[in-house]
Every structure is written in C-alpha cells, then in structure tokens.
C-alpha cells in the first residue's frame, strides 16, 4: 500500500503478539493478527487498549515481537467528522469494546498535512472526496485515506476544506499497517 506520506506516520509502540492468520489454500497463513500496545500519551486512551491491527500486506517479521518500534499505520475508508469544541486528541475503542484488543477504534486529532483532496462531481447530483491526511492523535501521528458523499462539503464538514490544524474524529476504520520499524 502507498500512502504519500508515509514518512510522517509514526506511532511509538510495543508488538506485544502476533496472532497467526488461517491457513490460506495457498499453503500460507494469511492476515495475521498483529497487537500494537501504545506506549507515548497513554492518558489519551482507555486503560489497557490494545491495537489489533492485520497485516495485510504481510510487513511484519514476527521475530520482532516484544520489541519497541514505531507503527505507520493508515485508518482506511473512515468516516470523518469535524470535532466540535472542546477538541480531543486520542483513541477510543469501539462502542461494543470490553478490554483488550480493539480492532475499529476511533481517533481524534488534528490534521498535520493533507497529502491527497480531490473532489469529484459527476452526474450524480452529490459530490464525492477522496483524501489523504496525517492526523496528530497526541500518542503519534497516523494516516487516514477515504472517500466520502455529501451533497455538498460544506454540508458534510460546515466549510469547503479541512487544512492543517482542523480537528477531526474518525470511527469505522479498517486500520492498514504499513511497516512497522524497531527502535
């Protein structure tokens, strides 16, 4: 997966497991589990919230578990809210969430940069947006790529653009780890 910026992500982390994924037909297990225990700002997070990312793209070497390092991690096909006062910085687990591993939880930041933002208005009679963002969550810094529907974006966010600083939520996420890089 390429994201444009790639070199900004970084969530300071522990690899604390990796669960294997099923046997694949192709012989191979196939979408591990990988369990990330955040370890900067950890007052911005639930008590023993634990991140249960899969590793689609098979990044990880599993000799790595136990150490310390920095996840790139992009929350995909989210849906994306402009925060209201007073904003929040953080991860929440999902509403159904009793401990442990959360594997869709929301974020809340504020945008560092905006790699990608492309309107599109076709002969629907609304306006998608595609985007590319980093989003400062105050325990690091993770990308976010979706595609949205509005009938307008000012309808969907209040304003035209979201620019660096503008605090966002984030829920629904698929998380993509992109590497994950032993410090």
Not at 80 to 108: C, I, M, N, Y
Not at 151 to 162: I, K, M, N, V
Request: some cysteine.
């Amino acid at each position: 997966m390429r994201f444009p910026l790639h070199h900004q992500l970084e969530l300071p982390c522990v690899f604390e497991q990796l669960v294997p994924g099923d046997l694949h037909p192709d012989g191979q297990r196939y979408l591990p589990l990988i369990l990330l225990r955040p370890t900067r700002a950890t007052d911005l997070l639930p008590a023993g919230l634990v991140l249960g990312v899969v590793d689609r793209h098979h990044c990880v070497d599993e000799q790595t578990v136990g150490r310390s390092g920095v996840a790139r991690l992009v929350f995909a096909l989210s849906a994306l809210r402009v925060q209201k006062p007073p904003f929040r910085q953080g991860l929440v687990p999902e509403p159904d969430w009793r401990g442990g591993v959360s594997t869709a939880p929301g974020a809340f930041g504020q945008i560092v940069a905006v790699g990608a933002w492309e309107l599109t208005r076709g002969p629907l009679p609304y306006e998608t947006l595609y985007t590319e963002l980093t989003l400062d969550i105050g325990l690091g810094v993770i990308g976010t790529r979706t595609n949205l529907t509005a009938t307008s974006l000012a309808a969907l966010f209040g304003q035209e653009y979201l620019a660096p600083g503008s605090a966002i939520e984030l829920t629904r996420s698929r998380i993509d780890l992109l590497e994950f890089v032993v410090t």
